[in-house]
């Protein structure tokens, strides 16, 4: 492991934006984390540290970071014990059903945090096991996904997480957090949280299905099938997959290293706000076409209520931001909720632009839209 210094940050993020890291290296195993982790906690140093996946859910400042920025690329992964490195593989060949600790229904996989998470998700659907393919082309890696409580199409990741093995920072151990112990919610877990700060993801288990059951009610989902023609009799894991690969690349920019796509995105910008029921009938009569659906759980402790609102209908229908466009940066012209670097933006260029579309959703419904991206400073 090397220990390198003033390293750009712009080229490691699907935004390309952001200064310097002061010192940077990549790690590879626990043990290389280890080494970073006593280098930036040296009396000589002190320095604060960012662990970086796939640089995709980010905004690095234009001044960078500084501190030890440690890329993640903890790899391979383990079929339910089989230790099969998919990264090396051409295709789901079939692991020794002796050495798979599985059931009738599930087996359970291990990834390395460091695995890109579309690889991970294009494994599963070749080896036939269900609950990744609806987060198909998420950019990113496998230690990213539980942090973020990743979904897309009527799938969270939390859903297919078994655990989540963690280095603690603060102790030197190593152990595996349970799902319950993760707090999931939409967006959320408490990885970004501070007490959930102490810890670094090393690996992450996923739970997946032997057995088809597709997810396919999601709306765009659905539009999709009932546009193409597509029979629910004709899908299977594989189908599902090139479906949401279809919906998101019609959608969203490419960001993937194998694309010609000069754009820089961190993909949605912000999250969809959830508002109590009597605060959307409010809005109702102001906007009758507003759109919602139920989150999950549907109900807050006091047994209210609660309804989630697309932010993209709140920037695209209601403020006019799809398409929007000042110099360097601005709005994707296919989704309101993508804020894009078309070439020479800074950091400072996306907040104002973010801060523009936050404060004319929050004058015209009192609503006061978060940030899904994380700005790293």
Known sequence: MKILENVSLAELTTFKIGGPARYFCAITNVE??????????????????F???????????????AGLVIKMEIRGTDVAGGKKEFAKKNGGEKADKKNEDETSQFVEITAGAGE???DLVAFTVRRGLGGLENLSLIPGTVGAAPVQNIGAYGAEVKDTISAVEVF???????????????????????????????????????????KLALKTDY????????TQQISLGELDLKKVREIVIAIRRAKLPDVSKSSQNKIGTAGSFFK?????????????????????????????????????????WLLDKLCGFKGYRDESVGVYENQ???????????????????????????????IKLEREVRVVR
Not at 32 to 49: G, M, N, T
Not at 280 to 301: A, G, I, T, V
């Open 51 to 65: 662990i970086l996946g796939g640089g995709s859910n980010i905004l690095v400042s234009d001044k960078g970071f």
């Open 116 to 118: 890109i998470w579309d």
């Open 219 to 226: 709306k765009d989902v659905a539009n999709y099938l009932k």
């Open 336 to 366: 309101a909720l993508v804020l894009v670097n078309f070439g020479g933006a800074s950091a400072a260029n996306v907040m104002t632009l973010a801060k523009k579309m936050a404060d004319d959703v929050f004058e015209k419904t009192g």
């Open 168 to 210: 603690n920072i603060e102790t030197g151990e190593v152990r595996n957090m349970k799902n319950a112990e993760c707090r999931f919610s939409y967006r959320d877990s408490i990885f970004k949280k501070p007490e959930g700060k102490k810890y670094i993801i090393t690996r992450v288990t996923f739970r997946l299905s032997k």
């Open 272 to 312: 969809n706000p959830i508002v109590s029921g009597a605060k959307y009938q409010e809005l109702k009569k102001l906007y009758p076409d507003m759109p919602h659906f139920l989150p999950n759980p549907s109900r807050s402790q006091n047994g209210q209520e609660k309804v989630k609102i697309p932010a993209a």
């Open 32 to 49: 290389e984390l280890k080494e970073a982790l006593d280098f930036a906690k040296s009396p000589a140093h002190s320095l604060p540290i």
